[in-house]
């Protein structure tokens, strides 16, 4: 496959009107997902010495994240994206900034905790509005819409091939907190950018218009198995973070946990490109099950890591299946729910991922503390397995047919 066959459907995506600005845009506001959860654990675990206070602290994040989600994402459906993303980015800013400012005080540790859960249900889910943009622009080509999925999660693994490496540098040369509060200031920054785009915003759908198509988005097969699929797969999100830091700390060179997540991020970039332009057989939903076997199975190379080397080339691997399982499940929900709830079908995807993002962070910092950090690669291991089954398991119930006035095939 040349390069020009490559990246030609990609930047016809730049023809689509306001997407030269939506996209970069979304694409800096995003990096808090990259940089958050990982600045929390060498924040804290620099103040405390402990991961597992780390990770459970930066798990409370993800899950007020992932519980919060949905809701910002209905009243950005009823009432617009912009004007929601500003109130909840300037929410995400205080907060943020007060949770580090409170652990740096020394304040009392339910503080902590509470600070956490707030920034975390201000965080904008910025991966769910830019692909409800795309969705909006390319209503009509589905070819080009699955094409516009991939690019997103090329990004997103652009953005985790640079937050990464950014926050560890920035923790091990200036001090732990310089890597959270840069990526919160460089996500706040680009949120409200991207606030500023009326012109490319989907329609807003008041309640009154469609009540009962939005609140029946959650309750769609598609949404209910990938959501449930993606508990697992943000499992191994979470833990990844918490076990590579453990590990490159065993290792003596905690700076390379950063390149280690890098290069995860890498392998997800790489097959993210071609799965956004390569014309694979059958239908969304046998695409999902396929990517979440393969992507259980990817991650199996993490049991036997026993080195850095080792690490990067296993993470490497493990990542070539993330944006593949991620592409397809998105895309997958994306034709099953209503237009007028497009946002929130999405949202409930990414919740699934948050959650399990929240129980991988806590249960892998528990792992390293009780087994050593190469003993708690079998978390991340063990979750990937579990996304392929839960897939398998849901696999009948994506054949149900979707509901009247839902599909967009």
């Not at 690019?151 to 997103?156: G, K, L, T």
């Not at 309640?207 to 959650?218: N, Q």
């Not at 695409?287 to 393969?294: E, N, T």
């Amino acid at each position: 496959m040349s390069p020009r066959t490559v990246f030609a459907p990609y930047v016809r995506l730049f023809a689509v009107p306001g997407a030269r600005s939506f996209a970069p845009s979304a694409a800096v506001a995003r990096l808090p997902i990259a940089t958050l959860g990982l600045g929390a654990v060498l924040l804290l675990a620099a103040e405390t010495g402990s991961y597992g206070l780390a990770g459970t602290i930066a798990g409370t994040i993800a899950l007020f994240g992932s519980l919060a989600g949905p809701a910002w994402a209905r009243a950005m459906d009823r009432r617009g994206q912009g004007r929601v993303l500003r109130l909840a980015t300037v929410g995400f800013l205080a907060s943020g900034t007060a949770f580090l400012a409170a652990v740096l005080a020394g304040a009392p540790l339910w503080s902590w905790f509470a600070l956490a859960a707030l920034t975390g249900s201000c965080e904008p889910n910025i991966g769910s509005l830019v692909r409800a943009r795309w969705a909006f622009a390319l209503a009509h080509d589905e070819r080009q819409r699955l094409t516009a999925f991939a690019f997103e999660s090329v990004v997103d693994e652009v953005v985790f091939v640079i937050g990464p490496p950014l926050v560890t540098l920035l923790a091990a040369l200036i001090a732990p907190p310089a890597g959270f509060l840069t990526g919160l200031l460089l996500g706040v920054s680009g949120a409200l950018w991207l606030s500023t785009l009326r012109a490319s915003e989907p329609p807003v759908h008041p309640p009154e218009s469609d009540g009962r198509g939005r609140r029946a988005a959650a309750l769609d097969p598609a949404v209910l198995v990938v959501g449930v699929a993606y508990l697992a797969v943000g499992t191994v999100f979470g833990a990844m973070d918490v076990v590579v830091v453990g590990f490159a700390d065993e290792q003596d060179v905690p700076v390379m946990a950063g390149v280690a997540l890098a290069a995860y991020a890498s392998g997800s970039l790489v097959a993210g490109l071609a799965y956004g332009v390569a014309r694979l057989p059958g239908t969304l939903a046998a695409r999902f099950l396929g990517c979440a076997l393969f992507f259980g199975g990817a991650a199996q190379g993490l049991l036997f890591v026993a080195s850095v080397p080792g690490l990067i080339a296993a993470a490497f691997v493990a990542g070539l299946a993330i944006a593949p399982v991620l592409v397809a499940g998105m895309s997958l929900v994306e034709t099953r729910v209503p237009r007028s709830a497009v946002n929130e079908g999405l949202a409930w995807t990414s919740t699934g991922l948050t959650l399990g993002v929240t129980a991988g962070a806590a249960v892998a910092g528990v792992a390293v503390d009780a087994w050593g950090a190469e003993g708690a690669f079998a978390v991340p291991a063990g979750a990937a397995a579990l996304a392929a089954l839960l897939a398998v398991v849901g696999t009948p119930a994506l054949r149900l047919r979707p509901r009247v006035g839902s599909a967009r095939s």
